[in-house]
């Protein structure tokens, strides 16, 4: 058996990871498509998705498992299927509940799923009429994929309009030509991950994310500064995931969702109960880190029953400790983070037992150089976890580096 991994970070490193630990198949046996340095051998080089299965298919890999939401908006999995590839990750069409939030509103109140009231616009003559619709400031999403940066929450109502304007003038291309005014939200965020076969939806207990850049939650929005899991929940918030998760399987099955991936629902528990701010059609980063860190199962195993239609035979387990996730930025990140400075100590890792999983990384010459804003994400489950997961940050060193310091259960 032999399966292709796509993408770079370190979300794809983790499942790197957790494959490695399946019997299911052999190291050797494992191929990367526009990797990142965790690697070792085995990296498809290719001009385009066509080319990639076509290399694929002559290799005889028989599963692609797709890590980023580019190459699922692009099709990748329905041209790997028409290879006779089977694939973990969305088709074209339902990679759109990700890559147009307009797509996944509609989708969300066809169900009756709760989310924030909304507005779509195009046109920015219609703005002050949409603007008087809300009490406070809406929040400004680009309809379309801008690299987690298309989401503003602005004070005033001038600053909103200053934003709309932006963005509808091009701010993000074509992704902000459309844009979805939205009632802000108050409450904390949940990351569920769910796993969908075409007729089963089976979901991972909720994750927490640390976007905000700084400690207390301070700063710019970024991809996720730390992860911690599971989240603690009241009996009223547990029912309502359970509800919520539910009616997105009703959902699924009653649009005849024919696709084979993960769907991360970006949620937030308010007074009045759960609400879906977005959906993504892949596992979120760095939540997944900590997650399968915990995961005591065979991910292997779950996606080869996934894409036999036999996810209804799987349960999945947790061991009891929980798990951490922080990650080592570059100054600079989430605008532009300095690159290329040497990283070192990354042995004091090992020896406190700390996962390290690279994501903004260079490799030259068995040296290590920072490659971007998320650079490393440290893992480790247990009681001692944190301390050690801190220590090994302290010591990992690297110009720039930036870290929060205050990732823990919540
Ligand atoms: P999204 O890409 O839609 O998940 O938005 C990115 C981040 O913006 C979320 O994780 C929230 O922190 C914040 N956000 C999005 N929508 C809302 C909302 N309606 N109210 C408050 N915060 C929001
Ligand atoms: N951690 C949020 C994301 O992956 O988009």
């Known amino acids: 058996m ?53 290399k ?9 498992i797709v890590g980023p939401e580019a190459p699922l908006v692009d099709g990748i999995c329905d041209i790997f299927l028409s290879f006779g590839i089977k694939t973990i990750g969305a088709n074209k069409y339902w990679a759109q509940l990700e890559s147009s939030k307009s797509f996944a509103k509609e989708f969300m109140s066809k169900f009756d799923i709760k989310t924030a009231e909304y507005f779509v616009l195009d046109d920015y003559l219609q703005v002050d009429n949409i603007l008087s619709k809300f009490e406070k400031p809406p929040v400004i999403k680009a309809d379309g994929l801008a690299q987690g940066k298309g989401v503003y929450l602005p004070k005033t109502f001038d600053e909103a309009r200053q934003i709309a304007k932006e963005f509808l003038e091009g701010k993000f291309g074509k992704s902000s030509k459309k844009i979805i005014l939205e009632k802000r939200l108050y409450g904390r965020e949940l990351s569920v991950f769910s796993f969908w076969d075409g007729k089963t939806l089976l ?19 970024t991809g996720g500064m730390g992860s911690a899991f599971p989240c603690v929940l009241s009996d009223f918030e547990e029912k309502e995931v359970d509800g919520y998760l539910l009616k997105l399987e009703k959902a699924l099955k009653d649009s005849k969702a024919n696709f084979c991936g993960v769907i991360y629902s970006g949620l937030m528990m308010c007074n009045d109960g759960l609400y879906v701010l977005e959906y993504n059609m892949r596992f979120g980063d760095p939540e997944i880190q900590s997650v399968l860190n915990n995961f005591s199962g065979d991910i292997l195993d779950v996606f080869f029953k996934m894409v036999g239609g036999k996810l209804d035979e799987v349960e999945f387990k947790f061991s009891d400790e929980p798990s951490y996730c922080v990650v080592l930025a570059s100054e600079g990140y989430p605008v532009s983070p300095k690159k290329g400075c040497e990283i070192f100590n990354l042995d004091i890792a090992e020896k406190l037992s700390v996962s390290v999983l690279f994501a903004g990384v260079k490799k030259i010459r068995e040296k290590y150089y920072t490659d971007g804003g998320r650079v490393l994400s440290l893992v480790k489950s247990g009681k001692n976890a944190l301390r050690d997961i801190y220590k090994a940050a302290q010591e990992i060193k690297f110009d720039g580096k930036i870290y929060r310091k205050d990732i823990k259960l919540r």
Request: include cysteine; charge should be negative.
């Open 56 to 64: 694929a298919h002559e290799l005889g890999i028989e599963l692609l």
């Open 2 to 54: 032999k399966i292709l991994l796509f993408g770079s970070g370190a979300r794809e490193h983790a499942l790197y990871d957790a494959i490695l630990k399946s019997p299911l198949v052999k190291k050797e046996d494992i191929y990367f498509a526009q990797t990142g340095v965790f690697a070792n051998g085995n990296i498809i080089d290719f001009e385009d998705y066509y080319n990639l299965a076509k």
């Open 203 to 221: 979901s991972f207990p909720p994750a927490c994310d640390f976007k905000k850049l700084l400690d207390d939650d301070m700063g710019d929005n």
